[in-house]
Nanobody, 126 residues
């Protein structure tokens, strides 16, 4: 059983920063590509970014490019999402997800991921 637990969400003012963490347990963390998604009220869950299992590459949605940075520590079974210059439109529940797929292709789609965390709320006030 693979479990993902996010933390680090909270209330922050516009222009501020947050670092979200996601701890993975149950299987070999380094065998998963790790993604971050977010879901605002009344909206679909959307891709934020992804990091390859080796940590060698990251990819981001245009909406966060330049403001987000994903990193991972395979020794701690943890992936991070650093968000800077936060905007009110970044308000959402943020989810981490793990994928063991062989082909690194459809990482922007939710069904490419095998496991999900429960989410952590990020609220950005104006």
């Amino acid at each position: 059983q693979v479990q993902l637990v996010e933390s680090g969400g909270g209330l922050v003012q516009a222009g501020g920063s947050l670092r979200l963490s996601c701890v993975v347990s149950g299987r070999t963390f380094s065998s998963y590509d790790m993604g971050w998604f977010r879901q605002a009220p009344g909206k679909e869950r959307e891709f934020v970014g992804v990091i390859r299992r080796s940590g060698s590459s990251t990819y981001y949605a245009d909406s966060v490019k330049g403001r987000a940075a994903i990193s991972r520590d395979n020794a701690k079974n943890t992936v991070y999402l650093q968000m800077n210059s936060l905007k009110p439109e970044d308000t959402a529940v943020y989810y981490c997800a793990a994928s063991s797929r062989i082909l690194f292709n459809n990482y922007i789609f939710r069904n490419w991921y095998d496991y999900w965390g429960q989410g952590t709320q990020v609220t950005v006030s104006s």
